[in-house]
């Protein structure tokens, strides 16, 4: 297990585990962050090879962005429910850290990754 950052014990914050392959991450986020933007800033990358470059930026239109949510919060994107539904990865730009979550980042993802 890395650590990125330690954990503050300060209730606006909370833990996000990343696991990346065999890889575990333990990061610090402030509630109500955008998980894509914790995992980019972190250099952990929600997108394929392909989609690094070419997506939509955060804006829910693309659906590239993908990741397993283990524990995180349910879904009100329209994308989201219907990926939650079907067995899709759920939205990382869509995710508001609302708590303390696990995170899987889809492998061998082509370009909106697979059903589970």
């Known amino acids: 297990m890395s650590e990125s950052d330690g954990s503050s014990g300060d209730e606006s914050t909370v833990t996000v585990t990343v ?3 065999d890889t575990t991450t333990a990061l610090t986020a402030t ?3 955008v998980l894509r933007d ?3 800033d972190h250099g952990l990358s929600p ?16 659906a590239t962005c993908g990741v397993r ?3 995180g919060p349910e879904a009100d994107h ?3 429910r219907l990926a939650d539904r079907f067995g899709y990865p759920r939205l990382s730009c869509q995710v508001t850290i609302d ?3 696990t995170v899987r980042l889809v492998e ?5 990754g697979g059903r589970e």
């Open 19 to 21: 696991v990346d392959g």
């Open 47 to 62: 997108y394929s090879a392909l989609t690094e470059r070419l997506n939509c930026g955060g804006r829910g239109l693309c």
């Open 31 to 33: 509630r109500g962050t």
């Open 99 to 101: 708590g303390d979550m």
């Open 78 to 80: 329209w994308h989201d």
């Open 69 to 71: 949510l283990h524990d």
């Open 108 to 112: 061998d993802k082509r370009v909106w």
């Open 38 to 40: 914790l995992l980019l």
